[in-house]
T-cell receptor, first 112, second 109 residues
Framework: TAGITQAPTSQILAAGRSMTLRCTQD?????MYWYRQDLGLGLRLIHY???????GKGEVPDGYSVSRANTDDFPLTLASAVPSQTSVYFC???????????FGPGTRLTVT | GQNIDQPTEMTATEGAIVQINCTYQ??????LFWYQQHAGEAPTFLSY??LDGLEEKGRFSSFLSRSKGYSYLLLKELQMKDSASYLC??????????WGAGTKLIIKP
């Protein structure tokens, strides 16, 4: 079982460009999450989805959008990247919002 | 506001015991999690506490006091592979996880 996969592993992106970070899970978990992790800060929730077809805003949603067309996929889109979006992005999933979360390997994004 | 506090860094000796503390102030409480994160890798689940007391899982134990807003993670018989960051997270009234910045644990031979 692959668990959660993310793509790309890393990316350098010019400011103003758009990009979609991909996340796929094969555990049939209902809930999925996108976090960013910055040095010295805890993981911060960007967006979440409790079930396919629904999404919600987390702590730091500005500049990001998500969709949840099916159970397995939860892409994160940066419409117009800015340098402050340089971070490591983790996708996670859980079997409902009351269970522990499983994390993907992360995407390291640098916006120049 | 919501806040999770943990020490930034700790150092311990191989074979010894170390306790990593976490204090929290959150809007509601629906459980506390500990995760381990090796450098450059994803966080992995270690333990979960929702009731007061100690939960033991092999070399790792986690304690919770809800009245004090306090938890600790106890690691026994430390091994070099335990060198990692340990993240404390609290599930709030909206069932979202609020994360501490993590404690970097350095193990010396």
């Amino acid at each position: 079982t692959a668990g959660i996969t993310q793509a790309p592993t890393s990316q350098i992106l010019a400011a103003g460009r758009s990009m979609t970070l991909r996340c796929t899970q094969d555990m049939r978990h209902n809930a999925m999450y996108w976090y960013r992790q910055d040095l010295g800060l805890g993981l911060r929730l960007i967006h979440y989805s409790n079930t396919a077809g629904t999404t919600g805003k987390g702590e730091v949603p500005d500049g990001y959008s998500v969709s949840r067309a099916n159970t397995d996929d939860f892409p994160l889109t940066l419409a117009s990247a800015v340098p402050s979006q340089t971070s490591v992005y983790f996708c996670a999933s859980s079997d409902g919002d009351r269970a522990e979360q499983y994390f993907g390997p992360g995407t390291r994004l640098t916006v120049t | 506001g919501q806040n999770i506090d943990q020490p930034t860094e700790m150092t311990a000796t191989e074979g010894a015991i170390v306790q990593i503390n976490c204090t929290y102030q959150t809007s509601g409480f629906n459980g506390l999690f500990w995760y381990q994160q090796h450098a450059g890798e994803a966080p992995t689940f270690l333990s979960y506490n929702v009731l007061d007391g100690l939960e033991e899982k092999g070399r790792f134990s986690s304690f919770l006091s809800r009245s004090k807003g306090y938890s600790y993670l106890l690691l026994k018989e430390l091994q070099m592979k335990d060198s990692a960051s340990y993240l404390c997270a609290v599930r709030d009234s909206n069932y979202q996880l609020i994360w501490g910045a993590g404690t970097k644990l350095i193990i010396k031979p």
